[in-house]
């Protein structure tokens, strides 16, 4: 049973996942209580205090941002679809989906004495989304093959090498963010724009 | 009134609602707070504690990609449309949509004395979707036959003898989970593992 | 500059909406809490006492589906579209985007002596909502007349019509709520099921 | 690698982010208490006191809705993406994913001593939004040259001059409403309705 785009379906449900995934984040912010006969000022100053949560908001919708690119991008390149492949898209998914948990774990406990189990405990759900991504790409290869026949292997082996990368990138990460949380922070951070400027490549072209 | 593609704004609707229920499931698992003065590792002790709301999450996550997956297989053997086929498609979402409810429930009592009730509940809410599923692949056969001509009139009886099991299936489930609410969770993983190899079958393409 | 289909990103826009106020409405319910040392059977009690939220949930998701399938098929009498009716399809979603809030007010206090307001301000609110799709249907013949050449006027004439009974209808339903709330909610399950009618009308062919 | 549409996904993922930080502003409702035996006048009262929540979010509905039409509009001169688009278009739904927060803060105390307050971090919100929205026009010029042939470089120009007037505007009205809320609050409603002007522009047609 021919299709005319047997990956269209497949992409909508996607896009429509990473684009809630995205938007709950802000759900997790509260607005500041401020006591009736406070100086004027104090609701500034409540604003500023919720910076663990805006940090957290901004890492985690640009992380989902790179996946949504690299995710598109990989996609480009298929010509079908498989049920493991299905399967391990839904995996991928699901991961992307629970983001919002960790992060905000990581918005409530990052200025308190538990900053090291916060973050370690983000980069190790990364490391697990990581392995969904791994996953997912391997199963573009087998048991059956996706890929358009007229795209080089070497490109599907640079895409898997890239999302291999991954876990055991997080992996140090969490082991030092346990130990010294700011520069967990900081790991976490530039491995986001390690991911965008991978992604971005050699071209600026899509 | 002919048109390009009758079932483009039935799959949107239906994909979109399918993504949202997957994604609003993690809304039900709450930070857990901790004492200022409580030893570091008493943040992961309670994130350990929170199991049942994981294990919850990926159960709904699974059962609503599953269904994903059918619906999305189903669609590509109809050509047309009906507007009973319209409502029942509306029927099977709105089932879909409370999936958070029962989810939630089962996370909330599983590691309590209730567990009983809270499993037997997900269960019975699970006959009610199955039900819904059900009438949903009646209407492809009438009162507007809605499948292609190039599909054989066995495919449709093998997609409808599926969703019919599924009634008994959870029925019984939820009888064995009221006395005994492991056994009921372990069906409820087998029945899901069930299901996905029967979506699978035989061959692993699309 | 001509498009291909100028109205596949307002079906998207507007899919997604719909999909999502319907979701939306799940969230409205909480789960009961229950003493640890209550008898099994409280918890089931509890699960029943919910039925305010049920119904409503019901009652609004169906009203969103009705509103759905009716936007469905009467886009597709269009073949273009206006600034107007884009700003004119942005109010229709903003009122229904506001759909869980009335929903969430009928849930908490049907059962309670202030039923009578809580459907009074429901059915209130369904009469803002079905002036903002009569507005809508008005938008399709002026300023630049959008509906296809070959759909006769008589349809047109049909659905504005249509749309235009939901303001009365309503507002008769609001005053009589207001003394009689179950009386009020009978009228409004009435005219969801009148909606429904009206849709299929005398062909179940989309 | 050509694409049939190569800005199709970018549509569909920027719809969806759209559509729900639109439809999560509803979210921050919430249902008013009323004590059980206050007259029966109260619901009313309480219903009508969330002025403050009812004006923001269609303050926020609206101005969602105004960038939606505009992206809508600018992406209809595009041709192709480039990767710096792809990131500032993820820029652009990062603030817009945002607006749900500042939404809050202003409808929890725009009616309290703190409205000037409230008011102004709005508006400054809205100079950022607007620096994103000029940013993601900036990357249509390069570093890749993204519009079709046939669009004249004046119309870019256009689009990129209204996208810059955002900035100082939304900072003068901050300044205003830290001074005088009230008068913040009217240009802000009046800045909405330019932009709906400009958008509609000299003609009715899209």
Do not use: C
């Amino acid at each position: 049973m021919p299709d005319k785009n047997p990956l269209a379906r497949l992409e909508a449900y996607s896009d429509g996942i990473f684009a809630i995934a995205s938007t709950l984040l802000v759900l997790e912010i509260k607005v500041p209580a401020v006591a009736p006969d406070a100086p004027l000022g104090e609701l500034w100053r409540r604003l500023a205090d919720l910076w663990p949560s805006y940090l957290a908001f901004v890492l985690s919708f640009g992380s989902i941002l790179v996946m949504w690119v690299n995710h598109h991008n990989s996609l480009r390149i298929l010509q079908r679809t498989s049920k493991p492949f299905l399967y391990a898209n839904g995996l991928l998914l699901l991961t992307i989906t629970f983001i919002p948990f960790p992060t905000a774990v990581l918005a409530r406990y990052i200025d308190t004495r538990f900053a090291g189990v916060a973050t370690a405990s983000y980069a190790g759900y990364a490391v697990f989304t990581n392995f969904a991504y791994w996953i997912w790409a391997a199963t573009m290869r087998g048991p059956v093959y996706l890929v358009r026949p007229d795209v080089p292997r070497a490109e599907l082996t640079a895409l898997e090498r890239r999302t291999w990368a991954g876990v055991p990138a997080y992996l140090v990460t969490g082991i030092v963010a346990w130990w010294l949380p700011s520069v967990g922070l900081g790991l976490l951070v530039a491995l986001w724009g390690f991911w965008i400027m991978l992604s971005v490549g050699s071209t600026v072209e899509t």
